[in-house]
Every structure is written in structure tokens, then in C-alpha cells.
């Protein structure tokens, strides 16, 4: 299963309201999960199946979608919310990642 | 929290075998979860490797699959990656991660916890 995201890079300013999405190629259900990964780190997971956050993530981080549109909403994006962020999908196998979209803060 | 902690050469010559082991601390390995492989090459983004159970079941990425052995050794809470006939396109960050099963919900949290990530350069 093939994960497209878009953008691929987003240049955004400290308050904006981002959204990044991700397209399967075939239904996944909600079989869908985001990551953040910073410069140097591993990833962090963000979102399990489509919309239910992860333990410990900021409440401005939310997801929605199923089938095979899936989308990641950062509300009042931080400073600290620059990172490449990935999807990734575990209906079937092999599991795959999205390319990545990569946010800079302006 | 469970911590994961990858660990092997950072070197390995082109045809040779890429070794690495990840141990697994704040938690059993043989527990009802699935250990898992995910490697990133340099500037770029993340291919899923292979999973592993501590009975020894296994899946594999079928690009990898004829190259890959991910192997458990619960005696010492470790699992391990083994990549032979390695060329410069297995140049890469790679990662031990967990799937964790939750008992409350029946379903597995995806690569909930990640190792920091091992450099692993082919070169002669």
C-alpha cells in the first residue's frame, strides 16, 4: 500500500493552523498512524488509528479520515512543532510510511 | 517506560553482513507484543524492515525479505537485525521500535516507544 502526503514541505508561521494529508492507495480502514520526527531524533508517535491521540501529545495535535484519505491538523502551531511528520499504515503488510512532510516555522 | 537501545558496528564493508542488536529494558520482551526493525537512509524517510514476536513468529518487508533474519533471544531481553549482502544502498539510521498490544482495547499501538537510532555506513 502506497502512502502519498502533501505537502511535501510547508512553510508556516508560530499560530497558523496547519493541515497535512496522506492518501492510500487502497482502503486501510483506520489503520492509520502519525509521527513527528525532529532533526536528530527518532520518531514520536502523535496518532493512533486516524484520530485518537497518543498518550502525553499537546490537545493541538488531531487527526480524522478513514478508507483512504486520512489528514493530521496541528491548531496554533509552536515553535517547537518544526519536524518532519510521516504516516504510516498497518492494515496489511509490508507497513508503510508516507514520504514525509517537513514543516519549517517562519 | 519501557527503553529501547540500539547497538552494533557502525561499519560494515559492501557484500558484508550489518548486525544489530536492540535491548529492551522497563519491560518483558516476552510480552504480548511485536519488536520491530524500521530503517531511514540518510536525508531521506522510513522504510519498515520486519517485525518480530518472542515465540519467534516473524514478518518481513518482501523487498528485504531474501536478506533479513530478525532473531529474539528472551534470556537476555534483546532482539536482533541481520542484513547480509550489503551494498551503499543499506546505508541508513536504523531503528528498533515496539508495537504493543493493549490489553484494554485488543489492539496493537503501533512503534510506540523507538530506540535513539544506529548509524550504519557501507563502505570498503
Known amino acids: 500500500i502506497v502512502l502519498t502526503q502533501s505537502p511535501d514541505f510547508q512553510s508556516v508561521t508560530p499560530k497558523e493552523k496547519v493541515t497535512i494529508t496522506c492518501r492510500a492507495s487502497?482502503?486501510?480502514?483506520?489503520?492509520l498512524h502519525w509521527y513527528q520526527q525532529k532533526p536528530d531524533q527518532s520518531p514520536k508517535l502523535l496518532i493512533k488509528?486516524?484520530?485518537q491521540s497518543f498518550s502525553g501529545v499537546p490537545s493541538r495535535f488531531s487527526g480524522s479520515g478513514s478508507g483512504t484519505d486520512f489528514t493530521l491538523t496541528i491548531n496554533s502551531l509552536e515553535a517547537e512543532d518544526a519536524a518532519t511528520y510521516y504516516c504510516?499504515?498497518?492494515?496489511?503488510?509490508?507497513?508503510?510510511f508516507g514520504q514525509g512532510t517537513k514543516l519549517e516555522i517562519k | 517506560h519501557v527503553q529501547l537501545q540500539e547497538s552494533g558496528p557502525g561499519l560494515v564493508k559492501p557484500s558484508g553482513t550489518l548486525s544489530l542488536t536492540c535491548d529492551v529494558s522497563?519491560?518483558?520482551?516476552?510480552?504480548?507484543?511485536?519488536w520491530s526493525w524500521v530503517r531511514q537512509p540518510p536525508g531521506k524517510g522510513l522504510e519498515w524492515i520486519g517485525e518480530?514476536?518472542?515465540?519467534?513468529?516473524?514478518n518481513y518487508n518482501p523487498s528485504l525479505k531474501s536478506r533479513v533474519t530478525i532473531s529474539v533471544d528472551m534470556s537476555k531481553n534483546q532482539f536482533s537485525l541481520k542484513l547480509n549482502s550489503v551494498t551503499a544502498a543499506d546505508t541508513a539510521v536504523y531503528y528498533c521500535?515496539?508495537?504493543?498490544?493493549?490489553?484494554?482495547?485488543?489492539?496493537?499501538?503501533?512503534?510506540?516507544?523507538w530506540g535513539q537510532g544506529n548509524l550504519v555506513t557501507v563502505s570498503s
Open positions: 521500535a515496539r508495537k504493543y498490544y493493549d490489553l484494554l482495547t485488543g489492539y496493537y499501538v503501533h512503534l510506540d516507544f
Open positions: 522497563g519491560g518483558s520482551i516476552g510480552s504480548s507484543n511485536w
Open positions: 518480530i514476536y518472542y515465540s519467534g513468529s516473524t
Open positions: 487502497q482502503s486501510i480502514g483506520s489503520s
Open positions: 488509528y486516524a484520530s
Open positions: 504510516h499504515q498497518s492494515s496489511s503488510l509490508p507497513y508503510t
